[in-house]
């Protein structure tokens, strides 16, 4: 059993380039705003912030820091 294919755009704007970008950016300053990331990359808020999430992102003290980092 398979699922028929379904009109509509496929999501690209969570795909592993963005991910990297996402990364990157994050990396490059630590206080950066998720908009400004989304606006950065072109994509909207809601996407960055899924991949912020999916890349274990968090923020504390208006930094970004890896969640398996700060628990021991």
């Given at each position: 059993m398979s699922d028929k294919t379904r009109s509509g755009r496929p999501v690209t704007a969570s795909d592993q380039l963005n991910q990297d970008r996402v990364e990157e950016l994050i990396r490059?300053?630590?206080r950066?705003?998720?908009?400004?990331?989304?606006?950065a990359l072109?994509?909207?808020?809601?996407r960055a912030g899924h991949i912020i999430g999916v890349l274990g992102f968090?923020?504390?003290c208006a930094r970004w820091y890896?969640?398996?980092?700060?628990?021991?």
């Open positions: 490059g300053n630590r950066i705003k998720q908009k400004d990331s989304a606006v072109g994509i909207s808020k809601e968090r923020k504390v890896r969640a398996c980092c700060l628990t021991k």
